[in-house]
């Protein structure tokens, strides 16, 4: 190396600091921005949740508390519901019907109307904060965007990149349910709701100016290994949302099946949502289909720490909970399948799955120090 | 309409004798093919109502192990006398052997042995370990002198390498080994044998259609068995109706992704027997050739032997490093690149590549990573009548980040004093790469040489090597040196720029900070066999766990019978494990096509026309059916093209 080119490279760099400088104000601008619309959306959500709440819901009640009836003079645990549906075609009159039934021994549930509760005024705000959920998330993907070209490089280098790249992905991952069809709409208000509280946290705590990685972050493995972690998390936490709610719900219904009377509130949000059963199965697939992902997230991080250190596994504080996230994931869907352990339990295991998740996104870069210290806080 | 009708009519009756069976699931007629499941074990478990409420039909749907209860005694009734009490023993004793074993493999103990393994790991990321940082564990012992020698007894310093740790995951392994064998078997057996039978109330099932077609029995069979199979169902006609199954893959992922499992862990306890590991340091033209006796330390596995160490060299010639000079992370690097000259064997060509942090140089087993830089200054030293006695390249260790770096110079023979007597000489040093100018603090301002300072303290006397303890390169044994003095009376020491010389007091000599600043990288060469097997294990565990997951096991039943009106009445259901949306939805296209070859017949007169199946159920008169109101969302899945 030699004396003189340093400072040539300082006056280059200087340069390109200054236009990288415009974009990251940009992408500044762009978060914000679409904290603003955010918000928007949340009071769209929250109207659609009022508005709907005026109109006449109780499915849920209906089902159990007839079932209930018919129990308690049958003393036996009530007969599963049948759910008509047409199969493949067209022609609905020729066709025959399949007819499908909960199994025997499952509560048997209609899923609720959605937040709107049936209500036009309700559903026409719901579709307004969905859209808005919509721009607020091409607002945010370009914030990530700009973010990424500032820095040039993936935006994943701190801690503030990760929670701009996690509510983006987290939101992308809602709206492609939804545009796939799914029966997911009533998550909304939730999603929104911990999307600012996240964003809220990166501008103000966790915000990093926009900087270059070390060496040890320059490899391609970043970008796989990361992105799918990130992924992977924004899934997991859809899927702990269903499963909040579906603890809720389920204790709803037992509520009911065992004759109680449930509080107004809880009545009316309750019964807007999907039964315990669909939620639980929300979530259970939700979690299953992104578990093959973090496995190989943590495998590829493995590789990547063979190249960058020279060990494969070294149980650093983030390989250690990232493992552990992925042992009580596992016990999770073992959970599911040991008599027993399936329905409340195996959901307290799945939180606690997200909540070893969120420890190693935020607990280990803040207490603990390892190898993976890179990320800085603010 | 009439076909709708007839479909609701017959699940009205459905209804009714589901109810009788689904609540005593664990005592109906699927318990003689599940012979440990007593009734008290819990009627949600899958096993007791998969086979349960449907008898043979919903048996063995996967291969997971059964939950058994604890029974009172294995050894029945004891006979008089000691044979009959040794007989009673060893019975007992067999039935709780077989017992214990039952429970390791079994789905809740393996469900606890992998909660307890992911609490086991929790100190470790808590408490410094001494595999990553030995320093930090002392320095944690020293602070805490209650808590550090528990920790220390627990083996809470190694965690990962702790007895109890041990324990809990070979336990698990060995519930893994214990549960994987009887599962391949009962596969095979499953693979074997063939699609369970109809079982005779197809309306049961949780996915049912039926219709009634003009087509012959035996036709519509044929058309099924055709159909079913063009769709790579395993299918055969048993009596009345077409048995067929679908999905096994399903079980082979679930049972490659617990054996890829095994096979990772033992890659990994391989790799962990004979790795080895060692550092070097090489300043910028200097080489390194592949021996136990060339690295700075070393360590390795048990079972490494020194000639798995595979024989190679390499020469650096050139280190780069570029740091960034602008914004909140100054001075972090941004390129950190080694070029080296390496040859594999003896006499092996010679070939040039670069070594970066991300990038190691990979020679057959070994891998050579760039780990750490530093700055070599070269320094000459002459004694009193101008010979030089010493020149070097010094490697200094870097302090901070901006390479504020130290070390030592030692000149250990060929020099003589001013009198003319043997002396050594030992030079404490410090370098600052970018010093900030003077009045400034000795530290360095940035990582590159943007104004190298070499600052010099001068000793002499006896530099303690010859005494034969190891000594640190990198500090000075002061206890028999003398520091040199000026003028003044106060020791010697000097900001040298690259070029000045520092003159010795009294004709002692001189040393020299030349121009040329050489650059040192320090090389881990790591061996560690048996990584291709844990890459392929963790590959087969992706793609088993993924086949696992994804992939649905069901069954799908056909009945076609001539009803009594002489008429074909098609009946066709479908079962899977429960977790199973798209069942009805593939339910549905199978009979779509069923029917384009067995249409629909002509309403018959003699159908009971019943106003609306809904009314039926929910008709106050009939307490016989105490069913809900059928939702009127669709199920899901229910979204067909
Ligand atoms: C190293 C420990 C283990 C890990 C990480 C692990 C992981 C997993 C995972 C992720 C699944 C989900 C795949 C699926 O649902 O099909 C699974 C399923 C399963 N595991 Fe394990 N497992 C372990 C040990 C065991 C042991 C010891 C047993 C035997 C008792 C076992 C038996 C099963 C069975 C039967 C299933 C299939 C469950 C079903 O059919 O839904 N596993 N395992």
Redesign the interface.
């Known amino acids: 190396?030699t004396?003189a080119a340093?400072?040539d490279?300082?006056g280059a760099?200087?340069l390109a600091?200054a236009t990288n400088e415009n974009l990251a104000n940009l992408s500044n601008t762009l978060i914000y921005s679409a904290m603003a619309v955010y918000t928007l959306a949340f009071f769209a959500y929250i109207a659609e949740w009022l508005l709907g709440s005026r109109s006449k819901v109780g499915?849920t009640a209906?089902?159990?508390t007839?079932?209930d009836d018919?129990?308690d003079?049958?003393g036996?645990?009530?007969?599963?519901?049948?759910?008509?549906?047409?199969?493949?075609?067209t022609a609905v009159?020729?066709?025959?019907?399949?007819?499908?039934?909960?199994?025997?021994?499952a509560r048997?549930?209609?899923?609720g109307p959605g937040a709107h509760g049936g209500d036009e005024q309700g559903d026409l705000y719901g579709r307004i904060a969905v859209s808005l959920t919509a721009l607020a998330f091409l607002i945010a993907f370009g914030g990530v965007l700009a973010r990424a070209l500032s820095v040039q490089r993936a935006p994943w280098g701190n801690m503030y990149e990760f929670n701009i790249t996690f509510s983006t992905v987290a939101v992308g991952v809602y709206l492609s349910l939804l545009a796939m069809?799914k029966n997911v709409r009533w998550m909304g208000l939730f999603l929104t709701t911990t999307v600012l509280l996240d964003l809220g946290l990166a501008v103000t705590v966790l915000y990093?100016?926009s900087?270059?990685l070390?060496?040890?972050l320059?490899?391609y493995?970043l970008y796989i290994h990361v992105s799918t972690a990130i992924f992977c998390g924004a899934v997991f936490y859809v899927g702990a949302v269903g499963t909040i709610l579906y603890l809720f719900k389920d204790s709803y219904e037992n509520k009911l099946v065992s004759g109680g009377r449930p509080g107004r509130f809880a009545t009316s949000v309750l019964e807007r949502l999907p039964s315990s059963a669909?939620l639980d199965?929300f979530s259970?697939?939700v979690n299953?289909?992104v578990?093959?992902l973090w496995?190989?997230t943590i495998?590829a991080g493995?590789?990547?720490a063979?190249?960058?250190?020279?060990?494969?596994?070294?149980?650093?504080?983030k390989e250690?909970?990232s493992?552990?996230t992925w042992?009580?994931y596992?016990?999770y869907?073992?959970?599911?399948?040991?008599?027993?352990?399936?329905?409340r339990k195996a959901a307290y295991i799945a939180l606690i799955a997200f909540a070893?998740w969120l420890f190693n996104y935020y607990g280990?870069n803040i207490f603990?120090s390892?190898k993976h210290s890179y990320a800085d806080v603010g | 309409m009439g076909t709708t009708r007839d479909t609701d009519v017959r699940t009205g009756d459905g209804t009714n004798s589901g109810t009788d069976g689904g609540t005593n699931s664990g005592t109906n007629s699927g318990t003689d093919n599940n012979p440990t499941t007593s009734g008290g074990s819990g009627t949600d478990g899958a096993s007791v109502r998969d086979a349960g409420e449907f008898g043979d039909a919903g048996a063995q749907l996967s291969t997971a192990p059964r939950e058994t209860t604890v029974p009172g005694s294995f050894g029945g009734a004891r006979a008089p006398g000691a044979a009959g009490w040794l007989g009673w023993a060893g019975r007992e004793a067999l039935g709780w052997t077989r017992w214990i074993w039952r429970q390791l493999t079994s789905m809740r103990v393996a469900l606890l042995l992998l909660f307890l393994l992911s609490l086991g790991a929790i100190p470790g990321s808590l408490i410094p370990q001494s595999g990553t940082d030995e320093m930090k564990v002392a320095d944690f012992q020293e602070r805490h002198t209650t808590l550090g020698p528990i920790y220390e007894k627990l083996g809470l310093f190694h965690v990962y390498s702790s007895a109890w740790f041990s324990a809990i995951y070979i336990l698990l392994f060995v519930s893994l080994i214990g549960c994987i064998v009887p599962r391949t078997w009962q596969f095979v057996g499953q693979l074997r044998g063939r699609p369970p039978r109809a079982p005779r109330l197809l309306t049961r099932l949780p996915a049912y259609t039926t219709w009634r077609t003009g087509a012959a029995p035996e036709e519509v069979r044929e058309e099924a068995l055709k159909l079913l199979r063009q769709r790579r169902f395993r299918a055969h006609p048993a009596g009345d109706a077409v048995a067929a199954e679908k999905g096994y893959l399903r079980e082979v992922g679930n049972l490659a992704f617990h054996i890829a499992l095994i096979v990772m862990l033992t890659a990994f306890a391989w790799g962990q027997l004979f790795k080895s590991e060692g550092n070097k340091l090489i300043v910028e033209g200097d080489g390194f050739a592949n021996t136990l006796m060339q690295y700075d330390d070393f360590k390795s596995g048990s079972l490494f032997d020194t000639d798995d160490l595979e024989p190679f060299s390499f020469v650096l010639k050139d280190f780069e490093g570029t740091y960034e000079t602008t914004g909140p992370n100054r001075g972090t690097p941004r390129t950190y690149q080694a070029t080296v000259d390496y040859s594999v064997g003896a006499d092996g060509e010679e070939k040039k590549r670069t070594v970066k942090v991300n990038e190691p140089l990979e020679i057959d087993g070994s891998k050579v990573y760039l780990t750490a830089h530093g700055y070599a200054p070269v320094v000459t030293v002459r004694d009193g009548k101008g010979d030089v006695v010493y020149r070097q390249a010094v490697p200094l260790l870097p302090l901070d980040s901006n390479s504020t770096s130290t070390g030592v110079v030692k000149v250990m023979d060929g020099y003589r004093n001013a009198e003319g007597e043997k002396e050594q000489l030992g030079f404490q040093a410090f370098f600052l790469p970018a010093y900030g100018g003077d009045g400034t603090a000795v530290v360095s301002q940035f990582p590159a040489l943007l104004n190298p300072v070499l600052n010099l303290e001068a000793y002499h006397g006896d530099l303690g090597v010859d005494a034969g303890l190891p000594q640190s390169v990198y500090q000075l044994e002061k206890r028999n040196l003398k520091e040199f003095r000026n003028a003044k009376g106060t020791q010697l020491r000097e900001n040298l720029r690259p070029g000045e010389t520092m003159q010795l007091p009294d004709g002692a000599g001189s040393i020299t900070f030349e121009k040329e600043i050489k650059e040192w990288a320090n090389f881990q060469v790591t061996r560690q066999p048996g990584s291709g097997w844990a890459l392929a294990g963790a590959l087969t565990a992706i793609f088993g766990l993924a086949a696992s997951l994804f992939i649905q096991r069901r069954r799908v039943w056909v009945r076609a019978v001539t009803g009594p009106d002489g008429v074909t009445v098609v009946e066709m259901a479908g079962l899977g494990r429960s977790e199973s949306a798209r069942l009805p939805e593939e339910l549905g296209v199978l009979a779509g096509h069923l029917y384009d070859v067995a249409p629909g017949a002509a309403e018959s007169p003699d159908t009971p026309d019943t106003p609306d199946a809904q009314d039926t159920l929910d008709a106050p008169g009939s307490s016989e059916t105490p069913t809900p109101e059928p939702p009127a969302a669709p199920a899901e899945g229910a979204e067909t093209k």
């Open positions: 190396m004396l340093a400072p490279l300082a760099t200087q600091a499915r209906a089902a159990l007839a079932g018919a129990k003079a049958k036996s645990k009530g007969a599963p519901a049948v759910t008509v549906q047409n199969a493949g075609g009159l020729e066709r025959p019907e399949v007819v499908t039934r909960a199994v025997a021994g048997d549930v209609p899923d069809k990093t100016a900087d270059q070390v060496p040890a320059h490899s493995w669909s199965k259970y697939r299953a289909a578990f093959p496995t190989f495998i493995a590789i990547w063979g190249d960058a250190w020279g060990r494969y596994w070294g149980w650093d504080p250690t909970w493992f552990i042992v009580v596992a016990g869907l073992h959970a599911r399948a040991t008599a027993g352990w399936k329905g070893c280990v603990v390892g």
